[in-house]
């Protein structure tokens, strides 16, 4: 199963793909964005494509569950209510794969109903809707920021 695009590119961006920074090349990051609202899943791919990540969407657990078993990903963007479970139950499978990467879980709830949980699965942050272009890339940005500290 491949990954839905919702700009409908056709390409799909390889690993070694290296945009040069400030600092030189270095290495585009992976991101799973899951979200079943057709509107906010193009609107985070496209603010994450803008800051040069390699952006993969999906609308459902199933379809996130596929993208892993297919792949690997640097962090993942998940909305926490989706039409066949929830953001954790992604979040559930990506620890189980052994991955650290910064798991950021974008609800309309109240964040408060779902702190529970948040330790249970090593969810970076919550962030809640409505978002802000900004409140995501910074989020993405001190993920990736910790987890190059933590590996000096």
Known sequence: MRVQDPDKRSETP??????SSSNGPMETR?????????????????????QEYNVYSTESVAGAGAALAEQSFDAFLLDYRLRDG???????????QGSNGPIILIT??????????VKKFEIFQII???FTRNTICSA?????????????
């Open 14 to 19: 390889s690993r070694s793909e290296t945009p």
């Open 30 to 50: 992976r991101i799973l964005v899951v979200d079943d609202d057709d509107g906010i899943r193009v609107l985070l791919c496209r603010m994450l494509r803008d």
């Open 86 to 96: 929830s953001g954790f139950d992604i979040a559930k499978i990506v620890r189980q």
């Open 108 to 117: 309309g709830y109240n964040s408060e109903v779902i702190a529970a949980d």
């Open 128 to 130: 809640e809707k409505p």
């Open 140 to 152: 993405l940005k001190t993920a990736f920021g910790q987890i190059k500290d933590a590996a000096s």
